[in-house]
C-alpha cells in the first residue's frame, strides 16, 4: 500500500471546508503550534529541518499568505498614517494626498484615506482609529470650525499633525501656508491693474485660513486708500456653489465690482460659472483671482489667476514631521509656514476705463 501523505492529503481537504488558509490550519497540518508557524515565518528561531520542511510544506501546498497587517500589530505597530480630509474628490486634497502617499512609502508606511464629506462627527470616529490603533499617526485636514470635540481629542498627541487648517488650542504640530501673505499678493495684483472696486468671496467665516485670507485682503486695500462696500465682502463654503451663488449676487448690484479676490479656486471656479450664465465673460466683465492652483486651473476657460500652494512639498513634509514625531512620549508642537506664489494668468485683466473707483475709495 501506497504511504499516505498527511500533510498533502489535510492540504487538499481545507480549502474544500473553508475560504483561505490561516496559520492554525497550517501549524495544524504541519502537527505543531501556530506559535511555531508564526516564529518560523517570522525567522525568529531555529527548527529541526523535518519540522521545518513540514511547516514550509505545508503553507506551500495551503497557499498560506501571511496576514501583513496582523503581523504589524503584532509588533505594536500598524505601519500605516491616516490622512483624514474633508473629500477627496477636490483636486487640493486629491493633489496632497498624492504627495503624502508618496513619502509615507519612501518611509516604509502605507496611507490610509479617510473623507468626511466635511461631517465633524465623522471626523471625530477617524480620529478614534488612533485609539484602537488602526493607524500610528494621523494628518488632519479640518473643513468646519471646531466646538472643541476635535481639539480634546487631539490635543498633545505627538502622532497628529494638522495641515492647511486649524484647532484652535491643540497642543500639534501643523503645517500651513502664508495665507495673508498669499491675499495680499492677490488683492495687490488686481489694484495694480487699476482696480479699486473689488470683491471678496471667502470660506467659511470661522476657519483660519478664511479669517487670513480675509485679512491679507483687507490689508492690501486700506494700504491703497481702498474699502469695498460690506455687500460685496461674503463668507460661505470653499465650493463652487458658493461661487456662483456670490456671483449672482455681485453682478445683480446696483454697484458692480470689477474684480474678486475668491478665496479657492473651487470658489473662483463657481465665479466663472456665474458668469456665463449671464452671458458675460472674464476678465472683461469680472477680473478673477483664485487661490490653491491645484488641479487644472491653467485649464479653465480664461485660465485662472491663482496664489500657488505648494502642495507637494506640504504633503511629503506633513509625513516626515509625522513619522519623526511618532516615537516620542510627548509633543514639542512645530510650526512649518509654506511661501504661497502669485501666478498670473487670463483671468486678470485691466480695471475698465469707465470703471468708478470712488465706490470703493476711502473718503
Same mark, same amino acid.
Given at each position: 500500500?501506497?504511504?499516505?501523505?498527511?500533510?498533502?492529503?489535510?492540504?487538499?481537504?481545507?480549502?474544500?471546508?473553508?475560504?483561505?488558509?490561516?496559520?492554525?490550519?497550517?501549524?495544524?497540518?504541519?502537527? &505543531?503550534?501556530?506559535?511555531?508557524?508564526?516564529?518560523?515565518?517570522?525567522?525568529?528561531?531555529?527548527?529541526?529541518?523535518?519540522?521545518?520542511?513540514?511547516?514550509?510544506?505545508?503553507?506551500?501546498?495551503?497557499?498560506?499568505?501571511?496576514?501583513?497587517?496582523?503581523?504589524?500589530?503584532?509588533?505594536?505597530?500598524?505601519?500605516?498614517?491616516?490622512? &483624514?480630509?474633508?473629500?477627496?474628490?477636490?483636486?487640493?486634497?486629491?493633489?496632497?494626498?498624492?504627495?503624502?502617499?508618496?513619502?509615507?512609502?519612501?518611509?516604509?508606511?502605507?496611507?490610509?484615506?479617510?473623507?468626511?464629506?466635511?461631517?465633524?462627527?465623522?471626523?471625530?470616529?477617524?480620529?478614534?482609529?488612533?485609539?484602537?490603533?488602526?493607524?500610528?499617526?494621523?494628518?488632519?485636514?479640518?473643513?468646519?470650525?471646531?466646538?472643541?470635540? &476635535?481639539?480634546?481629542?487631539?490635543?498633545?498627541?505627538?502622532?497628529?499633525?494638522?495641515?492647511?487648517?486649524?484647532?484652535?488650542?491643540?497642543?500639534?504640530?501643523?503645517?500651513?501656508?502664508?495665507?495673508?501673505?498669499?491675499?495680499?499678493?492677490?488683492?495687490?495684483?488686481?489694484?495694480?491693474?487699476?482696480?479699486?472696486?473689488?470683491?471678496?468671496?471667502?470660506?467659511?467665516?470661522?476657519?483660519?485660513? /478664511?479669517?487670513?485670507?480675509?485679512?491679507?485682503?483687507?490689508?492690501?486695500?486700506?494700504?491703497?486708500?481702498?474699502?469695498?462696500?460690506?455687500?460685496?465682502?461674503?463668507?460661505?463654503?470653499?465650493?463652487?456653489?458658493?461661487?456662483?451663488?456670490?456671483?449672482?449676487?455681485?453682478?445683480?448690484?446696483?454697484?458692480?465690482?470689477?474684480?474678486?479676490?475668491?478665496?479657492?479656486?473651487?470658489?473662483?471656479?463657481?465665479?466663472?460659472?456665474?458668469?456665463?450664465?449671464?452671458?458675460?465673460?472674464?476678465?472683461?466683465?469680472?477680473?478673477?483671482?483664485?487661490?490653491?492652483?491645484?488641479?487644472?486651473?491653467?485649464?479653465?476657460?480664461?485660465?485662472?489667476?491663482?496664489?500657488?500652494?505648494?502642495?507637494?512639498?506640504?504633503?511629503?513634509?506633513?509625513?516626515?514631521?509625522?513619522? /519623526?514625531?511618532?516615537?516620542?512620549?510627548?509633543?514639542?508642537?512645530?510650526?512649518?509656514?509654506?511661501?504661497?506664489?502669485?501666478?498670473?494668468?487670463?483671468?486678470?485683466?485691466?480695471?475698465?476705463?469707465?470703471?468708478?473707483?470712488?465706490?470703493?475709495?476711502?473718503?
Amino acid at each position: 500500500m501506497k504511504p499516505v501523505d498527511e500533510i498533502g492529503f489535510m492540504c487538499k481537504l481545507f480549502p474544500m471546508l473553508k475560504g483561505p488558509a490561516t496559520i492554525r490550519d497550517v501549524a495544524k497540518a504541519a502537527k &505543531v503550534s501556530a506559535a511555531t508557524v508564526s516564529r518560523h515565518l517570522n525567522k525568529s528561531i531555529v527548527l529541526p529541518q523535518e519540522t521545518a520542511r513540514r511547516i514550509d510544506k505545508a503553507c506551500a501546498r495551503l497557499a498560506y499568505r501571511p496576514n501583513a497587517l496582523a503581523k504589524r500589530l503584532s509588533l505594536g505597530s500598524a505601519q500605516t498614517i491616516g490622512l &483624514v480630509a474633508p473629500e477627496i474628490a477636490n483636486p487640493f486634497f486629491a493633489a496632497l494626498a498624492a504627495a503624502a502617499e508618496a513619502e509615507a512609502r519612501r518611509q516604509g508606511y502605507s496611507l490610509l484615506i479617510m473623507s468626511t464629506g466635511g461631517d465633524p462627527n465623522i471626523e471625530c470616529e477617524h480620529i478614534d482609529r488612533l485609539g484602537a490603533r488602526d493607524v500610528d499617526g494621523l494628518l488632519l485636514l479640518t473643513s468646519s470650525a471646531d466646538d472643541g470635540r &476635535v481639539r480634546d481629542q487631539i490635543d498633545g498627541r505627538p502622532n497628529v499633525v494638522l495641515v492647511d487648517e486649524d484647532v484652535p488650542g491643540a497642543r500639534v504640530s501643523r503645517i500651513f501656508v502664508e495665507n495673508e501673505q498669499g491675499a495680499y499678493e492677490a488683492t495687490r495684483h488686481l489694484i495694480d491693474r487699476g482696480h479699486a472696486a473689488i470683491a471678496h468671496v471667502g470660506g467659511p467665516a470661522g476657519l483660519l485660513s /478664511s479669517r487670513e485670507r480675509h485679512a491679507g485682503f483687507v490689508r492690501a486695500m486700506a494700504e491703497a486708500g481702498l474699502s469695498p462696500l460690506d455687500s460685496w465682502v461674503k463668507f460661505g463654503g470653499y465650493d463652487r456653489e458658493a461661487g456662483l451663488a456670490a456671483a449672482l449676487d455681485l453682478l445683480a448690484q446696483p454697484q458692480r465690482p470689477t474684480a474678486l479676490f475668491a478665496g479657492s479656486d473651487y470658489i473662483a471656479i463657481g465665479v466663472l460659472q456665474g458668469l456665463r450664465r449671464l452671458g458675460l465673460e472674464a476678465p472683461a466683465a469680472l477680473s478673477i483671482v483664485g487661490f490653491d492652483d491645484s488641479g487644472f486651473m491653467n485649464c479653465t476657460d480664461p485660465p485662472l489667476t491663482t496664489v500657488r500652494q505648494p502642495i507637494e512639498s506640504m504633503g511629503k513634509a506633513a509625513v516626515a514631521l509625522l513619522v /519623526s514625531q511618532m516615537g516620542s512620549v510627548s509633543v514639542y508642537p512645530e510650526e512649518l509656514l509654506f511661501e504661497p506664489e502669485l501666478v498670473v494668468r487670463g483671468s486678470t485683466g485691466p480695471a475698465p476705463v469707465h470703471s468708478a473707483p470712488s465706490v470703493a475709495t476711502l473718503a
